[in-house]
């Protein structure tokens, strides 16, 4: 089965843990890009305007088309509760090409369900399971067992039938710990 995991990251905290689960995955990793820097306070102002908007910013083209994949991870930091713009624009892009997706995030704080409900609208599907990681975690490198559960579940639903795993209650489902 092959997997893909997607991202997009202003700081590299999403970066970083997008990298950590590709590799845990054996996965290919493609980073969701725009031409646009969001470097700075501009660009801090900029993501919560777009957050707050939905707004749908251009893309470039991405590397790997996740059409060709069984299931297809997507991580994006929560900016002011929401689903970061990039993220947004790349599942509305890719409605209908996916798949199977499952969902993470990087937060300070707290938003990852507002997230989530986010990102499901935008691919228009529920995900086979999603798990949120505090910024303060990654930092702290207290996030590994989160990690390790979200890669072992994921590992295992790239090889089960989706009507099982809705049946079976995993669809839709949070990683804990």
């Avoid at 713009?85 to 499952?102: C, D, E, H, K």
């Avoid at 099982?164 to 949070?174: I, R, T, V």
């Amino acid at each position: 089965m092959r997997i893909l995991v997607v991202y997009y990251s202003r700081t590299g905290i999403t970066r970083s843990l997008a990298e950590s689960l590709a590799v845990r995955l054996d996965a290919d990793l493609s980073p969701i890009e725009e031409a646009a820097s969001r470097r700075g306070v501009r660009g801090w102002l900029r993501s919560a305007l777009e957050a707050r908007r939905e707004a749908l910013p251009p893309l470039l083209t991405p590397r790997h088309d996740p059409s060709k994949y069984d299931l297809v991870v997507i991580g994006t930091p929560v900016w002011f509760g929401r689903v970061s713009s990039p993220v947004r624009s790349y599942l509305q892009a890719n409605r209908g090409r996916i798949r199977r997706a499952a969902f993470f995030c990087t937060m300070g704080g707290r938003g990852a369900q507002h997230a989530f409900e986010d990102m499901s609208e935008a691919l228009d599907m529920a995900p086979v399971t999603q798990a949120a990681f505090a910024d303060r975690e990654i930092a702290e490198q207290t996030h590994y067992r989160t990690l390790e559960h979200l890669a072992g579940f994921l590992r295992a639903a790239a090889f089960v039938a989706p009507s099982f795993l809705h049946a079976h209650g995993a669809a839709a489902g949070s990683v804990h710990p």
